[in-house]
Nanobody
Framework: QVQLVESGGGLVQAGGSLRLSCAAS????????MGWFRQAPGKERKFIGD????????TSADYTKDRFTISRDNTKNTVYLQLINLKPEDTAVYYC????????????WGQGTQVTVSS
């Protein structure tokens, strides 16, 4: 049974930083690309970025560049999302996801972790 468990969310002031983690189990982690999405209240889930199975290739949405960084540690079966210079509009539930094929073909999802940024 595949499980993706996010952690590291919380309440932070504007300008602050957080590092989200997503621990994977039940799959051969190094065979999967991993993605991050977020969903703000009343809005659609939005792509943040993706990292390839080996960690060499990453894709990021334009609005996240310079503030959000994705990395992974295949020895720990974990993918990370570093958030810096957070803004109130970054308030959302953040989800990690795993894919077997190309970017966009996500098959497994975590339950999400809440990030709340106060002004």
């Amino acid at each position: 049974q595949v499980q993706l468990v996010e952690s590291g969310g919380g309440l932070v002031q504007a300008g602050g930083s957080l590092r989200l983690s997503c621990a994977a189990s039940g799959l051969t982690f190094s065979n999967y690309g991993m993605g991050w999405f977020r969903q703000a209240p009343g809005k659609e889930r939005k792509f943040i970025g993706d990292i390839g199975p080996s960690g060499r290739l990453t894709t990021s949405a334009d609005y996240t560049k310079d503030r959000f960084t994705i990395s992974r540690d295949n020895t720990k079966n974990t993918v990370y999302l570093q958030l810096i210079n957070l803004k109130p509009e970054d308030t959302a539930v953040y989800y990690c996801t795993a894919r077997e094929g190309g970017v966009g073909s996500y098959v497994y999802w975590g339950q999400g972790t809440q990030v709340t940024v106060s002004s």
